[in-house]
């Protein structure tokens, strides 16, 4: 016999009290995630999660969607810490060739540790997000495709831009975001979650030239103390008596990737003055020497004297990659060169608070007979000052970080300037050095300053950024950790509020939210890249052509905004007809 339960006739004491977890027992606490009604791992339509990877030139992010964090972060190259490719690509066709070969194996062996060994998964169930760089060449992406869909043979590929990932992962469509990655930095305006490809600005000023000018500055101002050949001069012959010059040998990859996540850091804006340069000049020298020249001056710069220090070996990697203060040119141009680099470290090392840094490095061949490993000794004002030479343009070609987002302001249309400006997203594993956030509010401010009419001979008369004045009160960026009070109530609501991931991570984040969110880019399915091949259209099932890397064509069915069709403008005008007459209508 079933009973009916019948409301209570007289008022009882109910005490209200948070429910109880009991009725979720058995749902989503036992998940992995709260996305899917059923385990992520083992869902009715088989497996969900998706493959998530970030192939950097250097360093690679792989994990699943749906989680906070990458599985694995590994060096593309682990023994020698170099890039896979670059911007410069071979045109001898057989150098080219050989290039292309290369990185095809090398491609294939990181794919094959992603599955393998990093995430221990099963690629023929897996669909994958392939976070690709805007400006990533078109053969490296068919490279990826094709080592995942012909040798991982997976279901499918989803092409996401990086950039709109990182604002995703903040929770923003609309923004401006720096990527200041190994190869360039790159700024590109993103709004209602489509990004502005026409509006996008890039500069060679990021981890690679940063790289090359801490091994420049070491060579010029480091010191090296090598390991003692006995045990009795290692206590009786002071150090200061066995320092030399650091030898070129040392500076491996390894060691300056070491010294430049784990010592270097940027300083607050130097306030550098003629007055500060004349008395930091040795004595007897003429200050106006020392006075600096206008930007168009075609004299011999820090970054052709780092050159010229570093060799052959080194030269294409350190090319144009130190302080840009320009020298005047004369006579003797290299002796007066070294004077002015020699006052500009004075002046620095004059300003600098950090201390030096001991490092323990591996000797060179000729001095592993001795006791140990040698010592590398880092001036501080080194660590400190490094990072200048991504702050300092000027040049057309070679924009600082800072003009790179001004520039793209500048292109972006004029309703949507004050909302990019105070949504600004800094990203990138170059833009994860203590104090680079910071010091780029403070370089946005002093780009778009007022030019000061007594220092006109320094600075170009042409005022570029006169249009972006009005917006500096707007200018926030969301992962500053110290953001600075402003009078505009957008950027005060805006600046700061992003969440703590790491810049690094954030194009990585973005994917992994995008496939739980079962979105993304462009999804290339297998079945649509096999109908795609080429090769495949005159010869039977049976046979099999290997093509080489160099000889392949990128197949039309992966995404490249370079190829296609810019947006429609305004539809063309259509001339209407003459409306007819009173008279003709009441003939």
């Given at each position: 016999m079933s009973t009916v339960s019948s409301t209570p006739r007289t008022k009882t004491g109910i005490t209200p009290a948070t429910p109880t977890t009991t009725r979720v027992t058995g749902s989503h606490v036992l998940q992995a995630s709260p996305h899917y009604t059923t385990t992520r791992r083992h869902s009715l339509y088989g497996t969900e999660d998706r493959v998530v990877i970030d192939p950097g030139s250097r360093i690679w992010k792989v994990g699943f969607s749906g989680e906070g964090k990458p599985r694995d972060?590994?060096?593309?190259?682990?023994?020698?810490?170099?890039?896979?490719?670059?911007?410069?690509?071979?045109?001898?066709?057989?150098?080219?060739?050989?290039?292309?070969?290369?990185?095809?194996?090398?491609?294939?062996?990181?794919?094959?540790?992603?599955?393998?060994?990093?995430?221990?998964?099963?690629?023929?169930?897996?669909?994958?997000?392939?976070?690709?760089?805007?400006?990533?060449?078109?053969?490296?992406?068919?490279?990826?495709?094709?080592?995942?869909?012909?040798?991982?043979?997976?279901?499918?590929?989803?092409?996401?831009?990086?950039h709109l990932l990182s604002l995703l992962s903040v929770g923003r469509i609309t923004g401006l975001v720096l990527d200041c990655g190994h190869l360039e930095s790159t700024a590109l305006p993103i709004f209602a979650a489509r990004p502005l490809f026409p509006q996008l600005r890039t500069t060679p000023l990021a981890g690679s030239r940063f790289s090359s000018h801490i091994r420049a500055l070491l060579l010029l101002f480091g010191s090296y103390l090598p390991p003692p050949t006995t045990l009795s001069a290692a206590v009786n012959v002071p150090a200061a008596n066995r320092t030399t010059r650091v030898p070129q040998e040392i500076l491996t990859d390894a060691v300056i990737e070491d010294i430049k996540t784990r010592c270097c850091f940027v300083s607050d804006a130097l306030e550098s003055s003629l007055s500060d340069v004349r008395a930091s000049s040795p004595a007897g020298d003429d200050p106006s020497d020392h006075e600096p020249p206008p930007s168009s001056d075609p004299a011999m710069s820090e970054s052709e004297f780092s050159r010229g220090s570093l060799g052959q070996e080194s030269a294409a990697e350190?090319?144009?990659?130190?302080?840009?203060?320009?020298?005047?040119?004369?006579?003797?141009?290299?002796?007066?060169?070294?004077?002015?680099?020699?006052?500009?470290?004075?002046m620095y090392m004059r300003h600098s608070t950090a201390t030096n840094l001991h490092m323990r490095v591996v000797p060179p061949v000729s001095q592993q007979t001795g006791t140990g490993r040698g010592t590398l000794i880092i001036p501080g004002w080194v660590r400190e000052r490094a990072a200048e030479v991504l702050f300092e343009g000027g040049d057309v070609d070679e924009s600082s970080v800072a003009e790179v987002i001004l520039d793209a302001l500048l292109k972006v249309p004029l309703d949507l300037r004050k909302t990019m400006a105070s949504s600004i997203l800094i990203t990138g594993g170059t833009a994860m050095l203590p104090g680079f956030i910071p010091r780029l509010h403070t370089e946005l401010l002093r780009a778009t300053a007022p030019l000061n009419i007594l220092s006109t001979r320094s600075r170009p008369t042409y005022d570029r950024y006169a249009s972006l004045r009005p917006l500096v009160p707007h200018f926030a960026i969301l992962n500053n950790p110290t953001p600075v009070p402003s009078s505009s109530a957008r950027a005060n609501v805006n600046a700061g509020k992003a969440p703590a991931f790491t810049p690094a991570t954030m194009a990585w984040v973005g994917g992994s939210l995008a496939g739980a969110l079962k979105t993304g880019g462009v999804e290339v399915a297998r079945e649509k890249w096999d109908e795609s091949d080429p090769s495949q259209t005159d010869q039977d099932d049976d046979v099999i052509m290997v093509v080489p890397a160099s000889e392949r064509i990128p197949r039309n069915v992966i995404p490249d905004w370079t190829r296609g069709l810019l947006p429609a403008g305004?539809?063309?005008?259509?001339a209407l007809k003459p409306l007819p007459s009173p008279q003709a209508v009441g003939a």
């Open positions: 972060v590994f060096y593309a190259d682990a023994k020698n810490y170099s890039s896979l490719w670059s911007w410069n690509r071979a045109t001898d066709p057989t150098e080219k060739a050989e290039q292309d070969n290369m990185l095809e194996i090398n491609l294939e062996r990181c794919m094959r540790s992603v599955f393998h060994e990093s995430l221990l998964a099963e690629p023929k169930a897996r669909k994958v997000i392939l976070v690709e760089h805007p400006l990533m060449p078109l053969y490296i992406k068919d490279m990826l495709a094709h080592i995942l869909f012909s040798n991982l043979q997976v279901p499918s590929i989803s092409f996401a831009s990086s350190s090319e144009f990659s130190i302080i840009s203060h320009l020298t005047h040119s004369t006579s003797n141009g290299e002796a007066s060169s070294e004077k002015h680099i020699q006052v500009l470290a004075n305004a539809p063309p005008a259509v």
